[in-house]
């Protein structure tokens, strides 16, 4: 059983906001899965490329960072006791010009439109100001465990900067002068990958890795020190690139690396301390997550190939580890969404099914398998790039993507209607 103490579960928003979000994200690595079976041979070439841009975007902005989205809608409430204002009105508007902004943004990458940059800039602009603000509002509201709001609040610092540095980069693609354009690419990578995805996940973990798994806490000397060395490293090397120093900004970035694989080894450790024995298939997307962060961090100090490094993150731990998670959330916000019904209905006739009902476990067993072998297949794609063997591994990888991605499809849509099922049983 999990561990639910310190939830406050009278302000979530209706399960239709975190759960639009969660089920359109899967069409997002769908695309990406038929980029690289079509374009399988210069994918993973160099990440200069135009289906590589588009396969990135359509993975961290349609799949990823719609997955954060939805989830945060919904923790910020539940686990800060700070409901993100006007939340249906904000996750509408959020999820429409992120889905569409995405689509035309990647578009605009693949072919090289300027009237579809142009839309998808516009777009993801107001989109994800839109939740910026409106997040930022319920995090200064926030009243929850101080150092994962300070993480998620970081988070949100990292999306800003981000933002921001696409946008300046889309200029550039459409005519402005960017002086040392690379530079400013790794930066506008380190704000999302590290600032963002990484200090989202830290905060997050702080919460749902002992009480998914019923471990103990994570050590005090951690939480105090980790979001802050990562900020001050990407603030660091934010300077060190405006000041035309691109290579020593990439050595500045060292101890937000390091942070995350301290983040890897604790999650780890903390997991194999945990009370329940049993393995689920969530947690061996969280495994095989730590362990890429920490190989990948190896890479990266080595100064390893960037596309291998991209297969590794992205795909990963970037697809990898928000799919274990939705494996446990969207069974978790099922049940949690229907006993307030319930309760109020006094239809304690009814009884819910387990939580594994909602998310079979031998399907996700499948899911991770498919998942297993699309990044060893991408993986050595990315080692071979440029040989033919090298094409032939990255269609199969692509090929493996849309299969994960399709039975993801399966599996959310089974949970739904489970929940549906017996939401009309309670009236």
Known sequence: MLNAAGLSLDQAPPIQVPFSFFRLAPLFALLAGAVLLWDGEVVLVSRWLAPALAV???????????????????????????????????GRVTQLTLVLGCLALSWGLYSGGRASLMLGGSL????????????????????????????????LAGLVMALVLGLVLLAGMLGARITGLAGWVDLHLSWALLGWVGMLIIGVGYQV?????????????????????????????????????????GWALLPAVLV?????????????????????????????????ILISAGLWVLDGPAELLGVLLLVGVGVGLPTGML???????????????????R?????????????????????????????????????????PWGAYLARGGGAAVMAGALLLV??????????????????
């Not at 798994?213 to 802050?228: C, E, L």
């Not at 499948?366 to 040989?387: D, N, P, R």
Request: charged share 10%.
């Open 410 to 427: 399966w599996m959310q849509w089974g949970c739904y209607r489970t929940y549906q099922s017996i939401s009309r049983q309670l009236g």
């Open 56 to 90: 990135t975007h359509l993975l961290a902005l349609g799949f990823l960072t719609q997955v954060m989205c939805g989830a945060l809608f919904q923790m910020l409430p539940v686990l800060a006791g700070a409901p993100v204002p006007q939340v249906v009105w904000v």
């Open 260 to 292: 995350l694989a301290a983040f890897a080894m604790v999650t780890v450790n903390l997991q194999r301390r945990r009370e329940r024995p049993r393995v689920d298939t969530t947690l061996l997307y969280w495994w095989s997550s730590m362990g890429l």
């Open 327 to 345: 494996l446990k959330i969207m069974s978790f916000l099922s049940w949690f969404h229907l006993q307030h019904p319930q309760v109020v209905a």
């Open 209 to 249: 890795v002992p009480m998914f798994h019923v471990t103990p806490a994570y050590p005090r000397w951690f939480t105090r020190m980790a979001a802050p060395l990562v900020l001050a490293a990407l603030v660091a090397s934010t300077g060190l690139v405006a000041l035309g120093k691109a290579g020593l900004a």
């Open 124 to 155: 993801l602009g107001l989109g994800l100001t839109t939740f910026v603000v409106a997040v930022g509002i319920a995090l200064t509201r926030a009243r929850g465990v101080p150092q994962t709001l300070r993480a998620m609040r970081f988070a």
């Open 347 to 387: 239809r304690f006739d009814v009884r819910f099914p387990h939580m594994q009902v909602f998310m079979p476990e031998g399907l996700a067993r499948i899911q991770f398998a498919v998942f297993t072998l699309m990044l060893v297949l991408l993986t050595l794609a990315g080692l071979s790039s440029g040989s």
